[in-house]
């Protein structure tokens, strides 16, 4: 009975089921987070007429929290899993969806999807090697800096990435962007998924005249980061723990 009115919702009163859905950000207020806490630093910075990129918006987490500012800018979302775009897609009328990789060169992939029981993991798709036990799916990759050029963007105030891994590839197809229009970039980035030196996007990064943060979590503001910290932000113990697991980085252009 449950499960069909969250069917008629989702169908008929998506604004209902949206803020069902989306019900863990309400821990972002108690200090016990159940999601992840620079959910509100971008409310923070997001103004009205922000234009905000969202790589890999899986399920639409950032989304939702970004509509809640943005009304006369963009909103503009990339997720290559096409059961996810075709899930949100219904919810996020007003955002552009694109069915696309983002990464350092434009053409095909493959999206490696991890098997679960009978069924998918599908949010934790990736594009880097997971094993065998996975769906292999062919998506069409573009490079940021190409579709801000098609699209003709001059503005972009911030670009959140959340890849699984791939996030070094695709800060690679961003130089264009990191040397002129400088967004704010909020990228994820675990020692877990890293198939590279772990210092090496930060050097890429910093190189443009950018400068690393993280959201400290008791504060609630931004707090400077070094690399060498990242293993004490990453224990196994804290996996899971959004009130103590960082790997959300946040770069700002001097």
Known sequence: MLQNLIK??????????????????????TGDYKCEPELLYIQQVLKPDSVFIDIGTNKGIYL????????????????????????????????DIY????????GTAVLNIPKKGNGL?????????????????EIQMVTLD???????????????????????????????ILQTIKPTFIIEIELRHAH????????????????????DRKTLALKPFEVSQM????????????NKYINNFIFIAK
């Not at 993991?121 to 799916?137: F, H, I, P, W």
Request: some cysteine; aromatic content about 16%; charged content about 30%.
């Open 8 to 29: 008629l919702a989702y169908k008929y009163w998506p604004s209902l089921y949206k803020k069902r859905y989306y019900k863990t950000l309400s821990s972002l207020k």
């Open 64 to 95: 939702y929290q970004a509509e809640k500012n943005i009304s006369s800018g963009k909103i503009i979302g990339f997720e290559p899993n096409k059961s996810l775009v075709n899930y949100i897609k219904p919810l996020f009328p007003k955002v």
């Open 99 to 106: 069915p696309l990789a983002v990464s350092s060169k434009s």
């Open 121 to 137: 993991q599908d949010t934790r798709a990736s594009l880097e090697a997971m094993g065998e036990d996975v769906e292999k799916v």
């Open 146 to 176: 190409e579709f801000v050029q098609e699209k003709g963007l001059s503005k972009i105030d911030v670009v959140k990435i959340d890849v699984e891994g791939h996030e070094f590839d695709t800060i690679k197809g961003c130089v264009s």
């Open 196 to 215: 590279y030196p772990i210092n090496e996007i930060f050097d890429f990064i910093l190189n443009f005249g950018y400068e690393v943060f993280y959201f």
């Open 231 to 242: 293993s004490d932000f990453q224990k196994d113990e804290y996996l899971n723990d959004f």
